[in-house]
């Protein structure tokens, strides 16, 4: 088992949202480099600062949707029951 690591090493501000959408970019780039080679199966992981927080902007972003449309429905029922009556 080998593990081999590539420093990338952005030219501007790691919080910055560009920043952050260079990272599946990155993912990309190198699954598009082992294609066809004996690291074709091998596991890609990005780590760093930008990584960690393009992960959470994910995270956040799908939590945000997933409140909101729970919200709608909690709203819908209590509007449905109230105007019932």
């Not at 790691?14 to 074709?40: C, E, F, M, N, Q």
């Not at 819908?76 to 019932?84: H, S």
Request: positive net charge; aromatic residues 6%.
């Amino acid at each position: 088992r080998r593990i081999v690591t590539f420093d990338v090493i952005l030219n501007e501000n790691p919080y910055s949202t560009s920043a952050l959408g260079r990272i599946d970019d990155i993912r990309a780039a190198v699954k598009r480099v082992v294609k066809g080679t004996k690291w074709k199966d091998a596991t890609i992981a990005v780590g760093g600062v930008t990584s960690t927080y393009a992960d959470l902007q994910a995270i956040s972003n799908a939590d945000y949707k997933r409140t909101a449309v729970l919200m709608l429905i909690g709203i819908a029922i209590v509007l449905a029951v109230l105007l019932r009556s």
